[in-house]
């Protein structure tokens, strides 16, 4: 049995909005398995090793419910567009050239290194329509240590001929010839998901191909959903027969049930769009940066959340300008209060806890039990040293947790990172920062 204890300022939200905080406590791991925090530390763990932090704060890892792996090249840049234009001027271009293997591993090697070097430790990524190069992206994430679902993704009009499957027949081939080697590879960490790009790039054909597959290997799916004005108006003119946005995929079971299934935005879901994804389970990822950055809209997460719905965040790199998931956390909560102020003033802006809760458990659900400290939970954990922000008198951790997301320290303070019990190799981490 491999024991981990873990000796710090402990924190995890248990419940939306509920945020515990375990000043000088011990977390145990047993076999990558939660056993809880502790404040004394008991007798049946006496002479195991710990692994004392000291005043570090420990918190549950990152998840990130929807990241571009292709788009991280040109991250920062093009943010005076929507999102149409957007794609047709920065992201198809350089996802065309992910056609060459060799530029796909140069590029997807600095993806890699920074996902490793980020509070993430469990994320839903986008790959190109390239089976070659998807699988080097699935190589490298499972090099890190990290959890992941990479998608190759799937696309057969409204884009460039380049990044066009030749029919929808020919897509499935490409996506079962991914599938099969993903499963020659025997990695323990990283699945495929399914990854229809949007309703604009995929028809009716394709999606009924995706379906068959998705029955036949049982997997989860990944898309976007009611993200834009100019995008919501494209399905209706490419889709009339759907009664909503989410209807063109329903009707080919891959909406949530059967299917585990991400949705990222739904920023302008129709009550019949939110009832349907209720019904369905379907995840929402929410992404506040890119939401702000492309000029889509804030998305109501406020009544998502009084509905009972599943929401996590999403860095949507590179519509978001950053992988950083504290970002998105601190984005979501600035956002709720505009919804509240111009939208609904009686839509209750989003507290720290509740947002904080997103992040981990609320996103971490899609991988199961994930995202919390508590018994039974995948033993997910990042260490940071918030000592380098000065403060002139006693602070408490919860308020030490804030200012931290607040104040990025994810960028400079992280000093450990564990994922399903395992660390990650943080003097390699240094040795790149």
């Not at 195991?48 to 792996?69: K, Q, R, S, T």
């Not at 839903?124 to 994430?141: P, Q, R």
């Not at 989410?246 to 990222?264: K, N, Q, V």
Request: proline share 5%; with cysteine; hydrophobic share 35%.
């Amino acid at each position: 049995m491999k024991t981990i204890i873990l000796k710090g300022n402990i924190c995890h939200t248990p419940e939306c909005g509920r945020l515990e905080t375990y000043p000088n406590s011990y977390l145990v791991c047993e076999n990558g398995i939660c056993k809880g925090v502790f404040h004394d530390l008991p007798k049946k763990y006496e002479g195991f090793p710990i692994c004392d932090y000291g005043e570090n704060l420990i918190i549950p890892g990152m998840v990130d419910l929807h990241i571009h792996a292709p788009q991280f090249a040109f991250r920062g840049t093009g943010m005076d567009q929507e999102l149409l234009e957007w794609l047709k001027m920065r992201t198809y271009p350089e996802e065309m050239k992910y056609a060459d293997p060799a530029y796909a591993r140069r590029a997807y090697c600095l993806f890699a290194e920074q996902m490793k070097k980020s509070a993430t430790t469990r994320a839903a990524i986008f790959g190109t329509i390239h089976k070659d190069a998807t699988l080097i992206l699935m190589d490298l994430m499972e090099e890190t240590g990290l959890v992941s679902f990479v998608g190759k993704t799937n696309m057969d009009r409204e884009a460039p001929p380049e990044l066009m499957e030749k029919s929808a027949g020919s897509a499935a081939v490409d996506t079962l010839e991914f599938l099969n080697a993903v499963q020659k590879r025997n990695y323990r960490n990283t699945k495929p998901i399914l990854t229809p790009r949007f309703i604009p790039c995929c028809s009716d054909e394709l999606l009924a191909e995706l379906s068959k597959i998705q029955k036949e290997f049982d997997l989860p799916v990944q898309s976007h959903l009611s993200e834009n004005p100019d995008e919501v108006s494209l399905v209706k003119k490419l889709v009339p027969e759907a009664a909503f946005y989410g209807e063109g995929y329903d009707r080919y079971g891959l909406f949530g049930r059967p299917a585990s299934t991400i949705m990222a935005h739904c920023v302008y879901s129709s009550d019949a769009e939110i009832n349907r994804m209720l019904e369905n389970g379907v995840w929402i990822a929410h992404c506040a940066n890119s939401n702000m950055n492309l000029s889509s809209g804030i998305a109501p997460i406020r009544k998502y959340i009084e509905f009972g719905m599943r929401v996590g965040l999403g860095s949507d790199v590179a519509g978001g300008q950053t992988e950083s998931i504290f970002r998105a956390i601190t984005d979501t909560i600035q956002v709720s209060k505009l919804y509240w102020r111009y939208l609904d003033d009686k839509a209750k802006p989003l507290s720290f806890p509740e947002s904080f809760y997103l992040a981990t458990k609320g996103g971490g659900s899609f991988w199961g039990k994930v995202g919390s400290f508590e018994e039974g939970y995948a033993f997910d954990a990042i260490v940071i040293d918030d000592s380098l922000i000065p403060c002139p008198h006693d602070i408490g951790v919860a308020d030490r947790l804030e200012r931290a997301v607040y104040l990025g320290m994810d960028i400079t303070g992280i000093r450990a990172k564990f994922v399903n019990g395992k660390p990650i190799d943080m003097e390699d981490l240094k040795r790149n920062q």
